[in-house]
Nanobody, 115 residues
């Protein structure tokens, strides 16, 4: 059935960059909106960036102008390019397909930004 696999996380110094990928195994991938969330230790999950099935993009205030979300529908993959990373970006990043409540989640990928 539906499976999402995030990749690209790791450790980086402040000011550096990372690119995350979320590969989806689903037949009708192009009909889903995709959202990147993150959850830092001791914090609630927050929305990072979203892209609808029509290509409409939105960003959370904390990452606006630093992160870029995109999707490659033939490859069933969504990307999150993260630039100018800050220690407060440290979190587990999750890919969601189709909605927070009733959609599908990946297992997450850890991003650690050191000072």
């Amino acid at each position: 059935q539906v499976q999402l696999v995030e990749s690209g996380g790791g450790s980086v110094e402040a000011g550096g960059s990372l690119s995350l990928s979320c590969a989806a195994s689903v037949v009708s991938y192009s009909t889903y909106g995709v959202v990147w969330y993150r959850q830092a230790q001791g914090s609630q999950r927050e929305l990072v960036a979203s892209i609808t099935r029509g290509g409409r993009i939105a960003y959370g205030d904390s990452v606006k102008d630093r992160f870029t979300i995109s999707r490659d529908n033939p490859k069933k993959t969504v990307f999150l390019e993260m630039n100018s990373l800050k220690p407060e970006d440290t979190a587990v990043y999750y890919c969601n397909l189709g909605g927070e409540r009733f959609g599908y989640w990946g297992r997450g990928t850890q991003v650690t930004v050191s000072s």
